[in-house]
């Protein structure tokens, strides 16, 4: 056991400095929306684990933004009168759980509609996300690309 943790402390002492510039962020969050609206065209209903992934890509006003887009959608004799004691922009627990709720009251066609807005936003995400020329993380796989090609 002894031998373990020492070579665990050795391997976390020569881990490499990884820097991230703001770049590759801005590219990891683009390639999240490529998939995140690959499964919204794939016209399944959204589960907890997939509006946890929609609030950490979309920033806190698209989040309130598609909140208040959805229970729109719901009919008004059952339209969510309050948000509770959580706001659904505060955390992604909060976000997906009034995300879930509203779209169980949605027809099938609500529904729908719920995943193009989605999409929608995600596309206004995207374009907050682009910058000029490529990051460390692109370059890198292009050098890979080249290697292997």
Not at 85 to 97: G, Q, R, Y
Not at 101 to 109: A, M, P, T, Y
Request: proline letters at 3%; a negative charge; charged letters at 30%.
């Amino acid at each position: 056991m002894g031998q373990i943790q020492s070579h665990q402390s050795t391997i976390s002492n020569h881990a490499p400095d990884v820097h991230v510039s703001d770049n590759s962020s801005a590219f990891f969050r683009k390639k999240m929306i490529t998939y995140m609206d690959r499964l919204l065209a794939s016209n399944h209903d959204l589960d907890k684990e997939a509006f946890d992934f929609l609030y950490f890509i979309l920033n806190r006003d698209l989040v309130a933004s598609y909140v208040d887009s959805i229970k729109d959608l719901a009919p008004k004799a059952k339209q969510p009168e309050g948000e509770g004691s959580d706001s659904p922009d505060e955390d992604s627990w909060a976000f997906s759980n009034a995300c879930r709720d509203i779209l169980k009251l949605l027809s099938r066609e609500a529904r729908h509609q719920a995943r193009v807005i989605a999409r929608k936003s995600l596309e206004m995400r995207s374009k907050e996300l682009e910058y000029e020329g490529s990051s460390s993380v692109e370059s890198n796989i292009l050098e890979f690309r080249k290697i292997f090609h």
